[in-house]
């Protein structure tokens, strides 16, 4: 039987092991202080170094130098590569991949939305993650270019109260499962149905791309503060999600899941 999930985030271990039956998500904060900013721009390779110095805002650029250093910082505890080591490639729709040899099957996906960053961690399974700040803009009618009739229905039905919540959840769910399947938008979000209604679990309800996918992937709401909402998808059913704070404790003791986890 699989272990449930857990339901709260709990300091990242320093050295975690991925696992056949079980995903990590990270979160952390991208407002660090410049001591901590500098230490994580060490990390990155020239090209990352160069897009940063390319924007035209501080807090943009040390957001970016944070995101992708932690990334980096994160990847490297599961493969024991040093950061700065850790190589990538990308999909054909642009979907990052981890490159190094020694983290064979180790997958993973990032999201951001002001301040917050995710990173999903999974063993040998497609994965993707999506995280949204609730902003203007996001009503009615961007719903009713991008939802299907049935995701638009079911929101047009909804009392104001929980409307645009209904909206961040269906939204994460589509956005997340997009890039799991790294398709990017060449698999239409009108194309398939996921759960928004209130108290309704993350599940994928249709895709009519790929009726079989129903049966074969799994969606889970995370966890967030309010104003925000983030949703995770992947390939399978059956594994345990687990929560992580970055940047965890030094001594925080591995949580490996048996004879399946590679370190």
Known sequence: MTAPDDATWQPGPARPLAGWNAIDVWRADLDVEPVLIDHLRGSLSPDERARADRFRFPRDADRFVAGRGILR???????????????FRYGPQGKPELETPAGPGVGFNVSHAGGVLLVAVGLRRSIGIDVERDRPGLDLELAARYFSPGELAVLRGLPDARRRRAFLDCWTRKEAYIKARGQGLSLPLDSFDVSLG????ARLLA??????????WSLRALPMPAGYAAAL???GLGWRLRLW????????ADRGVGADAIG
């Open 73 to 87: 910082d994160i990847l490297g505890r599961y493969v024991a590569v040093a950061p700065a080591a850790l190589a």
């Open 245 to 252: 704070e970055w940047p965890g404790r030094p001594d925080a």
């Open 198 to 201: 209130p108290d309704e679990p």
């Open 233 to 235: 998808a992947a390939q």
């Open 207 to 216: 895709d009519r791309v790929d009726p079989g996918a129903v049966a074969g």
